[in-house]
């Protein structure tokens, strides 16, 4: 991605199995794509459930193999985060864990409340003490003050209060309880291995551990595994389902299958569809690595202009490169990107990427690509133009920051100095995310592109509010 | 790579430019795929020289903005490590800096000294205290006894004594000398900032910091820079020059540019000379990401079949990944690489690396290919079997665990289960290098593929000193 | 004092300073003797509060002067702590910082609570949740719930619910409060440095920050001071007063002034008391530094046997010190105490300490000391034995730890191997503390030596729960 | 001592016990008072020395378990070290361990050597390089220099170089070395543990580890300890002996025995000999504490005015507190010392201490006894002025620091603002060491008083290297 589009959260639980935390930990290793802020797993033994949270990768977090120990039982929920809602304290990491009258409960959460303000103001008239600024925090206290016996009843009771994106994993010294909201934004795949059960926001988390892919839990579906086994129930309001297309897009990691299709083949399948829409006259089909891969193989092969790896990315930048000084900061997108000049000097070169946020890293990449000595440069983005701001659990910059909001395509292309500039269009994406015939069925939700939400939020009076998100 | 080849070291230096130690940790940065072990930076200011140098990645042991108020000056060179001599203790990390009669020197080495353990032993008889385990050790202890007058005479009487490999960077306080050993076994370029100049190991840190490529360093050759500007000199017996080949198969990054030519275009030209060698009716090109992308894109182009990224790599993995048990050991494949079953299921796949080393972890992306559904594997390398060690600093594994130094192809494709197997010949390697027709004066080292050294070992007495190598 | 009996905790606040966070930083650090295990300071500048709060002791925890930036304003208070309720996690650590429906508060709790666990119970079935397992934390849950319009009154409606000891400081964004519970269990002291409040645990800190001191908080108390100055109220139930003596005895610096009185010179009075009750022919008298020196010069005085300094501190002993091996744990004593045998050697020694816990600790003593050589080892304890729990803030071992509970005088002074062995009696104790002539009103708790709680315990149904005391 | 006069070093070995390093560490926890900048401790197994050396307290660096399983062995040698030659980098920390010809070889040092910057420039002539800035550098080059056979001959060797104060611990894989320079200056003892041979600093090393004082090494002796037992040579130059007075002054521990006496006793004679010398009519006598309680209990007994703990030293304080803030920086002396009211108020105080440097904490002491009521305050210092730097081992500040260089006794005590000051006399001192009977055989160093050196300094021709002494 020509920008940096922040990414929101993963979610991994096992149940029933002798090394649960070192389970989750791999899974939370291959769902580390969704959020690299923070992390943590909580596990029960079947007496008490133990933490352990932090800043960091999950690679760092865990780097003790001396932890496992200390988080001993046969079941755990884990969570990678980026800070969508709630700051970067550490005390803000999920899974959030608390004691209440009925005992312990964690509870990891991939997605966005939009009427968590609201709920927490009433909340604490009514004397309840936050300890997080996390929405999540939110379900928790909702639970804590139901008077439901069971426990279904009582997490169904705090759900029918909040709207918004989630997919959730309790977790109870006795149980793991897997929900995901009515409209399915979020991804949320159910698998098996051996006997025990397994909850992940992606495939690619059942895959690394060898388990078996069992079906996608349902939009507004709450699965509860215990001793006795799997129950599923849908005790939420029923909602026309919309998951999230920047899964897609994005987000999910191209060898995941969610929402339906393996996600490479998605992302290539765009790529066709951008060389349909958006055809031209080329030597060299180049991605910008990793992001634009497969759709400028798919772009390549729809439009049989040779694809070759012409920028090179430098496997050392973690996200979280830390530029020493004000003076060098101007090599950003050269510390990631070294362009190599055999494969662009003297070309016609189509960049493909899979969105344009600010336009800032475009402009420099394409700058550095013509300093290369590229004879002209097409730039081709495997999505629409994101103009609205998501509430369901993407972290996107405002309105203000984003490029596309304010700006026509042909601005954009001036901005970022390339000769031509195509975007894929909405229908175009829908038509290769559910093929032609199936256009009418085809219900993810594209707020981000045309402004038309699923799911409306409330009205706020605070101003300061608004600009949250 | 399918194993493990370990890799060697990168220098940078960098004289006449006011942020000279930001400059060098750029270059180190951009060279940080020579060497993870350690990294370090000396910084002269005219009147002294400051060192930082530490275990770890460059970004982690440079993280503090302080440090470079605390490495002022115009000049700097700078170091990333792998450990060939010389153990994982802090004190060996380079630049090496002592002082000495004559002031202050440090030096940066690349490369591997043949008789430095016959000098040592020498020295010590005369009194010399060494400090470190480093054979570049050997060259200040040489340096501090010599009588010459000049830098460069003290410098040219120490290589003098020296057999091996080195392309060695010093800094005095108001010098800096690059000398490369008359065989040229490792790069070392010489570019240009602004008035600054700049020696670097690969030309992708001349692009990171933006600095023009002015030309290699020869075999043999060594240049001086100071304030009254360069001087190159020859002082050291002529050699047949013998590039290290495996730098174009494996080392130097593909956006760089050594011994003439740029690398990706190199490794393309082998994997399109793997195709006219090791032709196979397939239904898809599949590289191992990313050591084997350049030449899965030649070989696919050469066969026509179409190239897929049907093995995803997880970028959180470093490759300082530490399993946290036993148990969980066995996902060490999987944890940095999934297969895309899209691309792979009921195909017949072609499987694209650079080398194998022990063989086990060919064995294990097979079976995980297998089990995405492939219906035939093919394995093809872009370069000969590695049957022989090497005494040029390259870490390569003992012949013992060099699985073709000791197995016939044929074995060994039983062994990592292939359908079939091919390694691309020498005499390809060769002229896919230099072309068809400038075979004869193709003279690059291929000792590790061919037992031919060009520069002898002396023999040990000691048996125990040859369990070394 | 001959075994560790643990300490209690701590606090410090101040008013109306333009560096209220450094000055409560200094004050901590002259209480640290109440607490090692952790420390906190929430500071105010008028607007929000910020806290910074770590396991370790107070130099440690603010080592790095950029915290005080980061705690600006004019008003802080601050904490040390052993855990005496509440475990050793971080997120323990005091003071308390929580933010509700009015605002924001901050609470640093000296004491312990007699009914937390029951109030606690009561505010989780009503939904409640707690971050915490502090005491403490009940106080804000009340806190929380009350309708109260006036922050005093809120305060007070909590505290009226409470049980126990209690010596608080509250912080909001604008005001502080201090309230010493109806018995007085716990130190409280006012002062003033220019024109900033000042309330601590003891003199000691005023003195620290050369600030002038004013009176002590009285037993329910509740002092509030904001802009317009300082308000005293009387808010809560009235009880009969009831110090703890065991602050006289070993708690508090001997330097500070508590409950009207200095403590070097109680503590000396508790010594010639003890010469009155339990003389002994010998030839030096000899602490155990330093807990029992003010005694030992009493003891000395009053028998006119010679003072002497015969077992010398290692001063580079923490109470944290951690032996590293099983094989040398037994150097426990030696490590921290030697004899100076010129003083011992052939002597009559009269050994002087504030308490014995367990024995264990006496016992090495006093063989070290017939090893250095002494003809005959006379113990002298300047309080009564201690054969009960306390249920006011400090950490005894139970009542199967402490020797004096289950053993006769006797007993231990076979079990220590002195050859006599005299405790203080209670009157003794009193007298000395109040003077022979204010017996009648000298009404300090005594409960840990007679067993008489001035504050009756709610009886718990859950046996376990006693075990915690 | 009222101003701080910085330390030397502290050594300990041990040869033959099955837990070395173990015994070490114990035995460095003894000596910390020698030492508080770093410490270290070099092991052998008999084949090779491994080594752990920091900065920080014993106690601090060896807090890891885990750090004695990677020193195995059956002998050790420690230090303890403030930075008398050598600055503070961590490569300076003693033991240090070298490899040479012959083998491995460590070396700890307490002293100063006064011709070794002589020396470096000689052996850098011949090509040695250095890598430490310390002293004790020179005598391993000087080793490995020499061509004799044994190895108590190039010690010998090399010690025959080098002039100053030396007491040496070396290790090699099999034997242990001691030496104490001919002019005794620093104490070196001799122990055994069982069948182990222990030589420290101290005697109070000895009782840590319940080892039995055999006798005090010799001036000029070298003992040499291998598997055959213990050797004892003279190879030196005869000298008369000139043990340092300043041992019994301030820098022994109370509670050893070193030049043939117990220290406390010493310190006490010091006391009573002051109090013979300047009596004075008062009404209490007060230690700072703690070097000056021994002298302080002497004054009390021998003028009858009573002894009293008037100082309370805030024990938490370590010698490395960091003050957080300029703004504050003036609680130095308050953060460490708070006067008991009572004591002092309306009262004639006696201040007794050891020492006075620059006069500054003096100053302050008085100011802040004389605010806690003192009529008057008389101050009696148990040694004479301090007019000449230490060229054998103490750091003490130049003589431009030191106020009794400068400044006569009448003018100090205007400084420092007391009513009477004494200081004791070196006939008094001498006569209170030796016994007056024995005043011709009292050949200690008193140099640092009376500008007599035992042992003459090389003049140096850079005039900046006086200014290092």
Do not use: W
């Not at 996600?263 to 951008?274: A, N, S």
């Not at 180049?286 to 049989?304: K, L, N, T």
């Amino acid at each position: 991605m020509f920008d940096k589009l922040e990414e929101e959260c993963g979610v991994f639980g096992i149940y029933g199995h002798p090394e649960a935390a070192n389970m989750t930990y791999l899974g939370l290793y291959s769902l580390q794509h969704r959020g690299q802020e923070s992390c943590g797993i909580v596990a029960s033994d079947g007496h008490s459930l133990r933490a352990h949270r932090k800043s960091g990768l999950v690679a760092d977090v865990f780097r003790d193999p001396v932890l496992f120990e200390r988080l001993p039982g046969q079941s755990a929920i884990g969570h990678v985060r980026y800070s969508t809602a709630g700051g970067n304290d550490e005390k803000n990491c999920q899974p959030i864990m608390v004691d209440y009258v009925r005992g312990s409960i964690a509870v990891a959460h991939n997605g966005n409340l939009i009427n968590a303000q609201e709920l927490r103001n009433e909340l604490e008239q009514l004397g309840s003490i936050f300890s997080t600024v996390a929405d999540t925090e939110v379900i928790i206290h909702l639970l804590a003050r139901t008077q439901s016996d069971s426990l279904s009843e009582r997490i169904a009771d705090a759900l029918r209060r909040v709207r918004g994106a989630y997919s959730l994993l309790f977790l109870t010294e006795t149980r793991m309880v897997a929900v995901r909201d009515p409209n399915g934004f979020r991804p949320l795949i159910l698998g098996k291995l051996d006997g025990a059960y397994v909850v992940a926001s992606e495939t690619c988390a059942l895959d690394l551990i060898e388990a078996e892919f069992i079906r996608e839990i349902e939009p507004g579906e709450m699965i509860i595994i215990d001793k006795k086994g799997l129950h599923s129930l849908f005790p939420l309001e029923v909602a026309q389902p919309s998951p999230c297309i920047f899964e897609y897009i994005y987000f999910a990691r191209p060898d995941s299958t969610i929402f339906g299709r393996e996600v490479y083949g998605v992302r290539k399948e765009y790529g066709r569809q951008l060389a349909r829409e958006f055809p031209v006259e080329a030597d060299v089909v180049v991605p910008i690595p990793d992001s634009g891969v497969p759709a400028a193989i798919g772009y390549a092969e729809q439009s049989g202009i040779p694809f070759e790896l012409g920028l090179i990315r430098n496997h050392y930048v973690g996200r979280t490169f830390i530029e020493p000084q004000q003076s060098i900061r101007h090599f950003g997108v050269k510390i990631k990107l070294n362009p190599v000049r055999e494969v662009i000097e003297g070309k016609r070169v189509v960049v493909i990427d899979d969105s344009i946020v600010r336009g800032t890293t475009a402009r420099k990449i394409i700058k550095m690509i013509r300093h290369a000595g590229a004879k002209e440069v097409h730039v081709r983005i495997s999505s629409p133009p994101t103009s609205y701001p998501c509430y369901y659990g993407i972290d996107t910059p405002t309105r203000t920051e984003l490029i596309s909001s304010s700006h026509s395509i042909e601005e954009i292309n001036r901005y970022i100095t390339s000769d031509t500039l195509g975007y894929l269009s909405i229908e175009g994406l829908l038509k290769a995310t559910c093929g032609s015939e199936n256009l009418e069925q085809c219900h993810f939700c594209t707020a981000c592109f045309c402004g038309r939400y699923p799911l409306k939020f409330p009205r706020l009076k605070d101003d300061r509010q608004l600009g949250l998100f």
